[in-house]
């Protein structure tokens, strides 16, 4: 062993010792790479160089630093994204069982939208920092005249009693928030504890440590007591933002802070919608309002939609985004919007084949589905999504897409596109349009079916007679109308599917095998079997 | 007489993944999600550490990775290489993220913040020192190539041997010990007097 080597530097920039990686790779790593009499050498010499003892200490800090700073998700996150990956829809796996396809290819997120959002983070953080300066500043003023009470404190950040606080000027009862009448009774449930939140936790938030309060609202710690502190802090600046003196400062960060953590602002109750409202309406906070990210974004622009007046300044601010490399929150806040926004993150999903953003278009779409021409924006997304999921089957993609996208909705969407059919012009908008009035399953839509199923598209008519045929017996009048001389066969498929009573006859008369006779007694047709149906029906009045 | 309830064998944990990787292959998403949850915590952790802090974007990139996982979970050919495939696709999927945000440009250059560790960060009594050597590993650990990085990351946080970081890193075992050396290396090169242990 040559230990002659330099070693007067020990922080890996001198010259090394030709055996460092190797013990390293030993004794910090478990990998012998020798026979065992060289370990046995390598140990000795060890024992006589300072570099080589230095390195495989070294290694073995780093490894234990690496370790400690690598941050692992909350369990509440894991189970979200794997419901979320079993939730997109795959193609058939060994055969066994037909899942939806997916419809694209290359489900890719994260825009930088998202980094703007943690950028709101951590400005929230500094205007909370900055409000509680200006709360312990405004409570000093205030702690001449306290005179101290013997528990009051901060129910769980730990603090010392602190003094009784006197009754807050110039601010609403918590009750008029609440609607209670006390306002010490005004409590937010604890979930993770069982405990609340009460008014007097709110009035003494000017006495945190406001170092403390920007350390920990930095630190998103996924925490029950952390979430519990934020709680309280959520709660305090909520209330913060109704004083007349906060606005717009407060109110800012009260704005800030609710979107910054959903389920917090979820365990606040009624608080949450009306206070942020009024927060962005204060603050003119609208240029910053995109910078939310997920849900809490696009729930923020939909109050701020619904409550102010159609803001241009919004819609300006989401238009720049759109253009750029815009964030799943916002073409879903864009989709929401519905109009030129919708355009603007249709065309963004299907250039950028986004499967995340996709979905979150699909989402925020749906969620919007009584506002009207969701219809056609919903329409669209199955159309921009087809032939993407590398199935090899059209056919099979888009009734995928078809139920992915429209199923469970149905009243003003399934009206919608019922208005719309006969004017669609393109073959696969209509195609589409009659596989989302077959999910729909609406009486609703029966006459505009009809028409198609006597038309002059053969396809189309097969599909109307599919989609008629999900409509439940009884509740159209389909039975009662005087048999069609055109595409009778498919009007008896439509109503076999459905098992109308009148059609047990029918199948009573044909001479059917076994399997047919199963088939038809069967009902609830997929497409293709509604074809097969309805030739086998053909052949029924001459049977007669 | 108390039946004895008997504990599972390496065997039988083995038979039982493979069942449950069977069902996953025909469809079955609950055995899928049985399958993958113990690996979704290490997943994260090395998304997050390529993401050079930045949670939302790791949360993206294991996301579109269990995604990518359960639509290809028939490639997968044994539930022993289950976790070192995991690493695999998260690290094309937080490749391909970082590849995509670049080729984007710096829309919102100079606003992302660094994720802070629970650990470290939400102990008030967390001295400069703890946080200044915090700081000095996340800059170190962001300068480190690529491939270094997440071969220290998964070697120093999941444990892993050399020759399942080349598998996970699609190179020999011989490049993954030399990668996690020289990641080593240079860390140590840039936290300095930093790194003794106080």
Not at chain 1, 133 to 151: F, K, Q, T
Not at chain 1, 480 to 495: G, N, Q, S
């Amino acid at each position: 062993m040559n230990d002659a080597e330099s070693h007067d530097r020990q922080d890996g920039r001198g010259p090394r010792c030709e055996h460092e990686d190797r013990l390293v790779g030993l004794l910090v790593d478990g990998d012998a790479d020798g026979a065992a009499a060289d370990s046995f050498m390598l140990l000795d010499h060890l024992a006589g160089c300072a570099r080589c003892a230095g390195a495989v200490a070294a290694a073995r800090r780093i490894d234990a630093l690496v370790a400690e700073t690598t941050v692992r998700p909350a369990p509440a996150a894991v189970e979200g994204w794997l419901a979320a990956a079993v939730r997109e829809p795959v193609a058939p796996k060994s055969g066994v069982r037909a899942e939806p396809a997916h419809p694209i290819v290359e489900p890719v997120s994260g825009g930088a939208g998202r980094v703007i959002e943690f950028g709101a983070v951590l400005a929230a953080a500094l205007c909370v920092a900055a409000v509680s300066v200006w709360l312990v500043l405004r409570a000093e003023d205030r702690a001449r005249s306290r005179v101290p009470g013997p528990d009051a404190r901060i129910a769980s950040i730990g603090a010392s009693p602190v003094p009784e606080p006197e009754p807050l000027r110039n601010r609403p009862a918590v009750a008029a928030v609440e609607g209670v009448a006390d306002p010490s009774a005004a409590e937010v449930a604890d979930p993770a504890e069982g405990g609340a939140v009460t008014a007097r936790d709110l009035i003494v938030l000017s006495d945190l440590d406001p170092e403390l309060l920007h350390r920990r609202l930095a630190t998103r710690s996924a925490s029950d007591r952390v979430a519990r502190e934020q709680q309280v802090t959520a709660a305090a600046l909520l209330e913060v933002a109704r004083w007349p003196e906060a606005d717009p400062f407060a109110a800012a960060s009260t704005a800030l802070l609710l979107a910054w953590r959903p389920p917090l602002v979820a365990a606040l109750h009624g608080w949450r919608q009306d206070a942020a409202v009024a927060a962005y309406e204060r603050a003119e906070l609208s240029t910053r309002i995109l910078w939310l990210g997920g849900e809490a974004g696009d729930r923020i622009a939909q109050w701020v939609d619904a409550s102010a007046r159609g803001d241009r300044a919004l819609r300006t601010r989401l238009a720049q985004l759109l253009r750029g490399e815009p964030s799943r929150s916002e073409v879903a806040a864009a989709a929401w919007l519905g109009g030129a926004e919708f355009e603007s993150a249709l065309q963004h999903v299907a250039a950028r084949n986004y499967g995340a953003r996709w979905h979150a278009v699909v989402a925020a779409t749906r969620r919007a589905a009584d506002r009207g021409e969701r219809g056609r924006m919903l329409l669209d997304l199955v159309l921009q999504a087809q032939g993407r999921d590398g199935s090899g089957d059209p056919a099979r993609s888009e009734a995928a897409l078809v139920q992915q996208v429209f199923a469970g909705l149905g009243g003003q969407v399934a009206l919608e596109l019922a208005r719309m059919l006969p004017s669609l012009r393109r073959a696969d908008e209509r195609r589409v349009a009659l596989r989302a009035l077959g999910e729909f399953a609406d009486p609703a839509t029966s006459t505009v079916l009809s028409s198609v199923l006597l038309g002059p598209r053969v396809e189309e008519a097969e599909l109307a007679a599919w989609a008629l045929g999900r409509i439940a017996a009884g509740t159209d009048g389909l039975a009662d109308l005087r048999p069609p001389r055109r595409r009778m066969d498919l009007w008896r498929a439509a109503l076999v599917s459905r098992r109308d009573p009148l059609t047990r006859a029918w199948i009573d008369a044909m001479d059917l095998t076994g399997p047919e006779r199963e088939l038809l007694l069967a009902g609830d047709f997929t497409p293709t079997q509604c074809g097969v149906v309805a030739r086998l029906l053909g052949g029924l009045d001459a049977r007669r | 007489m108390v039946p004895r309830v008997q504990a599972d064998t390496p065997d039988s944990e083995a038979e039982r993944l493979e069942a449950l990787l069977a069902r996953a292959r025909a469809g079955e998403a609950a055995a899928f999600q049985t399958l993958v949850r113990p690996q979704v915590g290490a997943l994260f952790g090395l998304a997050q550490r390529l993401a050079g802090g930045r949670r939302e974007q790791a949360e993206e990139a294991v996301q579109d990775a269990l995604v990518r996982a359960w639509r290809g979970i028939e490639g997968l050919e044994a539930a022993g290489a289950l976790r070192t495939w995991l690493f695999r696709i998260v690290v094309r999927c937080s490749l391909d993220e970082r590849r995509r945000r670049r080729a984007a440009g710096a829309r919102s250059a100079g606003v992302e913040a660094t994720e802070v560790p629970a650990g470290l960060a939400s102990d008030p009594s967390a001295g400069m020192e703890a946080r200044e050597l915090r700081d000095r590993l996340a800059e170190a650990m962001e300068r480190l190539p690529e491939r270094q990085r997440m071969a220290l990351h998964l070697r120093a946080s999941e444990g892993l041997g050399y020759e399942a970081i080349g598998a996970a890193l699609e190179c020999s075992t011989g490049a993954a010990r030399m990668l996690v050396l020289e990641a080593r290396r240079r860390v140590r090169e840039r936290l300095g007097s930093h790194l003794e242990e106080r």
